[in-house]
């Protein structure tokens, strides 16, 4: 780390927590300081690693819905396919019938190659079931949540931010 993000570390307080992993999982905590404009990323028995909102490049939501030409040939090629590899048959069953085989919010960082990538669902999922439609939500959320804090660190407020993001310019 720079002498910046060391700077960051010693003072940061967290002051809200975007996303708290479930018990017993390999996904991280994520944490905010708005007063020092810094984040963290906590992952299950690991030390925690503070950024500041500079460091964020981009962040989006990001739906695997799988191949489905693959997934229709697959299908096409009968009972031999299924002897041969179950699996994946029920796979491409699964893909045909609109279903998603992961979720995901992806967080780019700047300067490095590295990438944040915080599941939501990892396994196949109906896109009408009620647990894709609460996934989804809570990824925009937190992808809104990174947003606001890119905007902040450019110095651009979002249209439609919260009111507690943006400064009043009239001050």
């Not at 002051?15 to 994520?30: E, G, R």
């Not at 299908?75 to 069953?93: H, K, T, V």
């Not at 809570?138 to 947003?147: G, I, P, W, Y």
């Amino acid at each position: 780390m720079d002498k910046q993000s060391d700077s960051i570390q010693q003072v940061f307080h967290a002051t809200k927590v975007l996303y708290k992993a479930p018990l017993f999982s390999f996904i991280p905590t994520i944490r905010q300081d708005a007063c020092h404009q810094a984040w963290s990323v906590q992952f299950p028995a690991q030390q925690e690693k503070v950024f500041s909102y500079r460091d964020i490049e981009q962040c989006a939501v990001v739906v695997d819905e799988g191949e489905v030409q693959q997934a229709a040939h697959e299908r096409s090629r009968g009972i031999m396919n299924f002897l041969l590899n179950p699996q994946r048959l029920n796979e491409a069953n699964a893909l045909a019938h609109n279903q998603v085989k992961s979720l995901a919010l992806v967080v780019a960082l700047k300067k490095t190659n590295q990438r944040l990538v915080i599941p939501f669902l990892s396994r196949m999922t109906h896109k009408k079931s009620y647990a894709f439609k609460q996934a989804y939500a809570a990824a925009k959320k937190l992808e809104k949540e990174f947003d606001a804090m890119i905007a902040v660190a450019s110095g651009t407020p979002l249209v439609g931010a919260p009111l507690d993001t943006v400064e009043d310019s009239n001050e």
